[in-house]
């Protein structure tokens, strides 16, 4: 195992097949994250590498004296449940909700999945809001987003110069990797809503989202949403993960609960 000040490789031989991002600090292992942007996190590994790492690791912060301190990794992770095995008083424990909806093939399949009543409230905030139009622009629409956000008191105080220069950093990186899916949702002109999601491995994750407050009435955010799930499916996405969060439209729109967890040795 090879160490520098900001992460741990594992090689076999001189092939890295781990990467665990974490830092150490007051004789702790911990994640590279800031918790106020990072809903779940975890390591890099080819699969059938998993046990060797674990061990690896565990190894690793038994000589060197130090505890474990890792969150929020996703539940289902393997390395992280094999981890906690090779070590000693280790702790597992539920952390966050992620609510995650899992895609059908077609939008009317999918709408089949919900409730009457939840199916029922959906379509009648299509229609009311059938004038919406969802769109994907290029990163330098963050801006319009930052003023979106900037209505809702929460996000304007959230949003300092920091924070905005980390969203515009990690928008244009993830454009050119073909990851960014800023959608901005429109009525004529004016923006009403605007999402920031991600796409990964068939995965759509909705990270953030703003809303012009005077369009209220038309539900631009659920509207927004509900036509970029629409778009997920139709792109062949399996997952649309909503993050960190148990807020009630969530799982109105046929989330169910998923949890990040925290390790402690």
């Given at each position: 195992m090879h160490t520098d000040p900001e992460i741990l490789l594992v090689y076999d031989r001189d092939t890295c097949v781990g990467i665990v991002p974490v830092h150490i600090a007051d004789g702790t292992v911990r994640f590279i994250t800031d918790e106020r942007v990072t809903d779940v996190t975890g390591f890099v590994y080819l699969p059938r590498y998993a046990d060797d790492i674990a061990r690896a690791l565990a190894s690793f912060t038994k000589q060197e004296g130090l505890r474990i301190e890792l969150y929020p990794v996703e539940q289902n992770d393997p390395l992280v449940h094999r981890l906690a095995d090779c070590l000693s008083n280790a702790a597992l424990t539920r952390a966050d909700v992620n609510p995650l909806l899992e895609l059908p093939v077609s939008w009317n399949d999918y709408l089949a999945t919900l409730t009457s009543k939840s199916r029922h409230e959906l379509r009648r905030k299509l229609r009311k809001g059938h004038a919406v139009r969802?769109?994907?622009?290029?990163?330098n629409a963050i801006e319009s987003l930052f003023e979106l956000m900037a209505h809702d008191a929460r996000k304007r105080q959230f949003l300092t110069p920091e924070m905005r220069a980390f969203f515009a950093a990690i928008t244009t990186h993830f454009f050119r990797n073909g990851w960014l899916r800023l959608r901005c949702a429109?009525?004529?002109?004016?923006?009403?809503?605007a999402l920031l999601?991600?796409?990964?491995?068939?995965c759509t994750y909705l990270y953030n989202m703003g809303i012009n407050p005077q369009y209220t009435p038309l539900s631009p955010g659920i509207v927004a949403i509900a036509l970029d799930i629409e778009s997920a499916i139709i792109e062949g996405n399996r997952y649309y993960d909503f993050l960190r969060g148990d807020e009630e439209y969530k799982f109105r729109f046929g989330a169910r609960k998923q949890y990040t967890v925290s390790l402690q040795a």
């Open positions: 969802l769109e994907t622009s290029a990163p429109s009525i004529g002109n004016t923006l009403v809503a999601t991600f796409s990964h491995h068939r």
